[in-house]
């Protein structure tokens, strides 16, 4: 059970007793200062009952207590542990005893101050030695330090043990609560940004039909909240952390892929995001020169690692059009301009006088999704250049154009099926035929103005024929779209790229293939996704097992999966807002709705969304007609 509010991180077992054990602990910017937290009522421990997510910082745990054998099976006091990823734990004991209670308390705490990426690799040091300190503990060693104070304070402290005790007196039906706060030394109140007035995320709300509907985005919204952090040069800007625990950093893809998802939200994320991100920008004359820098990423048991720095770069003119689609203004469009043509240059560079983006290690392959990116930041971009008055436009339409002839030819192998897209080209020429859910990127085409798509990579034909693919049982697991097809070498339903269903990849395919017109395989996905969302508690983990759905089955969490993880949490929106088929063009002062026809989960209403920085609120009835409920003043339906 993870409570996120970074920097703060709390991750408990459902015994609700923190025993030191494993990744147990409260944590602050990637570093546990505290491990043990275990409590003892009259020298017992408590059953635990109940332990529950409250909300993306929150976990409450129940347990019971009987105080007296003379009462028979029930028990007479109730433990209540609510425990904050803001380092504070408060524990309340409530009586149902008929007489008065005199409760000695003890809470047991430890900690080895260590980093989070040692103690997952097995090398946490041993708990530190306590020392008393106010109403509390300290614990100090080279790297760092750490308190706990409490309230009340304890009646006794005890370093060599960790322990402080208290003397509760509790009458009938009474109860008496003990808050403690967990800091390191010297650090004040954590103040998470997404529950300050400056969030940039819209608060939306949904309803309709499917009780699970409601769910899915409030907790989608509290978990992108959870995961918002500051740039610590410009506290202006904010960012979303890839995903906890494992990622509680920037990474520049994964926080560019949400940040687009999240565009129904509001345009502040994707502000503030690519502004931290053109300062990363590389400098100079180079072949690298105009990248968005960013780490490898495993591509499968098919092909090598991918430079996540080129979709990087891709992505960031892309989410600066649509973004000023959705309403960013003009000022802030020309600020982060510069940035977007130098990515744009860099694409047109590296293809040179060919046609096809490389991987950038000599000898890498030519990949499909590459080349999705890579075409759809052409187009995008050459209508964001050409809207702001900038030249270029006219090469990089010129440039697309020559990929999609030659994409058609190139990337398409040929079988008794109908064809599939391949996933790359080898160094050779020949194809890499493998069937993964790399190609949904061929769907991912982008918003153009007017409401309209960019042409993609694919011609009506052959995106049938993908979308047939895709909603095969070889991809559909019932649970949403495997990372590989079954049927293919290599794979492995917990494949972090071999099988395993990626959220974020089944989110892009539902829009893409709602979008092109296919609602059958949209629709399965979407409910797929959305059953196994309600095994996770609406909160959707990076990646889960691809494992065929049967009969009273449930998705099997992958063990290295981020829960919760930005790119999933955004893909939560744009699954419902998909619904809708909202496309805004605020330049031109319209919004086009497209929903989807079938309305797979019968009436749906969307409030609180933002377009054009003002609330936007639209529902679309069981017979897949979209009404406009609320918008921003001049903003006109489009056709």
């Known amino acids: 059970m993870l409570c996120v509010a970074l920097p703060g991180l709390v991750i408990s077992t459902e015994e609700g007793q923190m025993t030191g054990h494993g990744l147990e602990g409260f944590y602050r910017a990637g570093r546990r200062v505290l491990s043990r937290c275990e409590i003892r009522v009259a020298g017992r421990e408590p059953l635990a009952v109940q332990a529950r997510m409250v909300s993306a910082d929150r976990a409450r745990f129940v347990g019971t207590l009987r105080t007296s054998p003379q009462t028979g099976p029930d028990p007479d006091v109730m433990v209540e542990r609510n425990r904050f990823a803001d380092g504070t734990e408060r524990i309340t004991l409530l009586s149902a005893a008929p007489r008065p209670l005199k409760l000695p308390v003890e809470i047991v705490l430890g900690t080895d101050l260590a980093d989070l990426g040692a103690i997952a690799s097995g090398h946490a040091g041993p708990d530190l030695p306590a020392s008393v300190h106010g109403s509390g503990l300290r614990w100090s060693c080279s790297t760092g330090n750490a308190s706990v104070t409490a309230e009340p304070p304890p009646s006794d402290s005890l370093a060599s043990a960790g322990l402080l005790r208290w003397e509760l007196d509790l009458p009938p039906g009474g109860s008496r609560t003990i808050e403690l706060r967990v800091r390191p030394a010297g650090a ?49 800007d904010t960012h979303l952390a890839a995903g906890a625990p494992w990622r509680c950093g ?30 990363t920008q590389l400098p100079g004359s180079g072949r690298q020169s105009g990248m968005i820098p960013g780490p490898r990423r495993d591509a499968g048991p098919h092909l090598p690692p991918l430079c996540t720095g080129t979709e990087a770069t891709l992505l960031f003119p892309v989410l600066l059009a649509e973004a000023r689609r959705w309403g960013l203004p003009d000022e802030e469009t020309e600020e982060l301009l510069p940035t977007a043509e130098r990515c744009l240059a860099w694409l047109r560079t590296t293809v040179g006088d060919g046609t096809y983006l490389h991987d950038p290690d000599p000898g890498g392959p030519v990949r499909c999704e590459t080349q999705a990116h890579a075409h759809r930041a052409a187009l995008l971009g050459a209508d964001l250049l050409e809207a702001c008055g900038r030249e270029g436009g006219a090469a990089l339409r010129e440039w697309a154009q020559t990929l999609r002839t030659a994409f058609r030819t190139h990337f398409w192998v040929a079988d008794r099926g109908g064809g599939r897209p391949a996933a790359a080209c080898a160094p050779d020429g020949s194809p890499v035929p493998h069937l993964g859910a790399a190609a949904v990127h061929l769907l991912d085409t982008g918003l153009l103005g007017g409401g309209e798509w960019a042409p993609g990579l694919l011609d009506k034909v052959r995106t049938e024929h993908l979308a047939r693919l895709l909603g095969s049982p070889a991809m ?7 990372g590989l097809g079954a049927k293919e070498a290599g794979f492995n339903p917990f494949g972090h790229r071999a099988g395993a269903v990626r959220t974020q990849e089944t989110a892009l395919a539902v829009a893409g293939l709602a979008a092109a017109g296919h609602e059958r395989e949209a629709g399965s996905l979407l409910r797929g996704v959305l059953a196994a969302a309600e095994t996770f508690a609406h909160r959707l983990p990076e990646m889960y097992a691809g ?40 330049p031109a002062g319209t919004v086009t709705l497209r929903p989807v026809r079938s309305a797979p989960l019968g009436e749906i209403g969307l409030m609180g969304l933002r377009v054009a920085g003002a609330p936007f609120s639209v529902r679309v009835g069981r017979l897949g007609l979209a009404v406009v409920e609320e918008a921003a003043d001049g903003l006109q339906l489009g056709v």
């Open 188 to 236: 004040g109140p954590l103040r998470a940004v997404g529950r300050t007035a400056t969030s940039p995320l819209a608060v939306a709300r949904a309803e309709g039909d499917d009780p699970r509907v409601p769910a899915l985005l409030r907790t989608s919204i509290e978990d992108l909240q959870a995961l918002l952090l500051r740039d610590s040069a410009n506290p202006a």
């Open 476 to 482: 559909d697991s019932g649970w949403g779209l495997r």
């Open 547 to 586: 494992e065929q759905r049967t009969e009273g089955s449930a998705p099997l969490p992958h063990p290295a999966a981020c829960r919760p993880a930005a790119t999933a949490a955004a893909a939560g929106v744009l699954l419902l807002t998909t619904l809708a088929g909202i496309r805004p063009d605020v």
């Open 250 to 279: 920037m990474a520049p893809a994964d926080a560019l892929v949400a940040a687009r998802m999240a565009l129904p939200l509001g345009t502040g994320l994707a502000a503030g995001t690519l502004r931290i991100l053109a300062r």
